[in-house]
């Protein structure tokens, strides 16, 4: 009742919100006038466990972790409609990924169901969370995540839920939308229906597979965490190319995911199917789009936010796996590329991993994308 009375009075300065995401001015000390509560403080940093008590900080409140390796566990929030079977898919999911390829922290993974009240109910904590860090202000911070009109909202996500209820049409969409400012990383995700046995015909792997993935981008953005946005941006995705940003944590994290599966660690009820199998059906995809709206797009070419960008993910994936297989090296991303990337621009952290230019890369792998799909899936292991 308390939330809806704010939304109701605020949505009327909802135009004065700045559209960009990592921007919000952030006074960095708590002032004398608002100390922080000696709740923030946690008298024992858990080391074991996924916390999802959005009024608990798992860490020092006044450390810098950024760029290191942290003692904790992400934090995984959700909205009150979601499933046991959905906290816990979700969790185990997060902590599988810290162990694979280390904690990085803190991370907030905010994660939204159908119901609009449960969703209005989980901002306020993240608001309210926000405010207790002397980061954003409780009014700033509604008026932003409660506008459905922002495509990275946070009451985004749950619309998105609700429209897979309403039409019975799975669909689903989750990102890190930074948090740098604040020294965290933010995530949020719409109803990962998978956990709930929805469809029938896709399984919880799929909802396990995007955690992968988002937590993927977790590791590549701590590891430029303190350089200046436009000078990250130059890294991770120079000249806005997205490919290796994408098809490193999309191929990340469909790797692990088999190779956990085969290799006894995760038991899920239904079969994934192989990773071959999921890279011939992105090859089809991007096959399909490269020969109708997305003709004479090349790798490189693929942008956030373009009409073919959904090639970019496909054709990066396949672009990591063809790096990964030339070298021989499945963790050449976690070792190399990336560990590096703080220190030198995304060419010269490219030519140290794999040893060649990356315009020599584009033209060998414009002439593998010619090859019939039974030579190409040659590459492809099976973890
Ligand atoms: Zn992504």
Not at 80 to 89: A, F, K, Y
Request: hydrophobic content about 35%; glycine content about 4%; aromatic content about 12%.
């Amino acid at each position: 009742m308390k939330l809806t009375i704010k939304y109701a009075l605020l949505s009327i300065i909802l135009f004065s919100c700045s559209k960009e995401e990592d921007k919000n001015p952030v006074p960095v000390t708590p002032t004398s006038a608002t100390p922080a509560p000696t709740s923030l403080i946690p008298l024992e940093i858990n080391t074991t466990d996924i916390i999802n008590d959005p009024e608990i900080f798992n860490y020092d409140v006044n450390k810098d972790y950024s760029e290191q390796i942290v003692e904790f566990y992400p934090n995984a929030f959700f909205a009150s409609d979601l499933s046991e079977n959905v906290v816990n898919g979700i969790n185990l999911a997060l902590k599988t990924a810290a162990d694979e390829w280390g904690k990085y922290g803190p991370v907030e993974y905010w994660v939204f169901g159908a119901d609009k009240q449960a969703a209005l109910d989980l901002i306020n904590k993240f608001c309210e969370r926000r405010e207790a860090l002397n980061q954003w202000t409780m009014t700033e911070c509604l008026v932003r995540e409660t506008d459905e009109s922002l495509d990275h909202s946070m009451i985004a996500y749950q619309k998105t839920g609700a429209e897979v209820i309403a039409t019975n049409q799975p669909r689903g969409n989750a990102g890190h939308n930074g948090g740098f400012e604040w020294g965290i990383h933010k995530l949020s995700s719409s109803y990962p229906f998978t956990f709930d046995n929805l469809f029938d015909d896709i399984p919880a792997q799929d909802d396990f597979k995007t955690v992968l993935h988002e937590y993927f981008h977790v590791v590549q953005l701590s590891h430029v965490y303190n350089l200046t946005w436009n000078v990250r941006d130059s890294r991770v995705i120079p000249n806005e190319s997205i490919w290796m940003q994408e098809g490193g944590a999309e191929y990340m994290a469909n790797f692990t995911l088999f190779k956990l599966i085969n290799n006894g660690t995760l038991i899920f009820e239904e079969s994934y199917g192989s990773l071959s199998e999921k890279m011939q059906n992105k090859m089809d995809n991007a096959k399909r789009a490269l020969n109708n709206n997305c003709s004479g797009r090349k790798l490189e070419d693929f942008k956030y936010g373009d009409d073919c960008s959904n090639v970019g993910y496909d054709l990066g994936t396949w672009a990591v796996a063809y790096l990964i297989d030339k070298i021989n090296n499945p963790s050449i991303l976690l070792e190399t590329f990336y560990p590096n990337l703080a220190k030198m621009d995304f060419e010269s952290a490219f030519n140290l991993s794999f040893g060649y230019s990356t315009s020599e890369f584009y033209s060998e792998f414009e002439s593998f994308l010619e090859l019939p799909l039974e030579e190409q899936l040659k590459i492809i292991p099976n973890p």
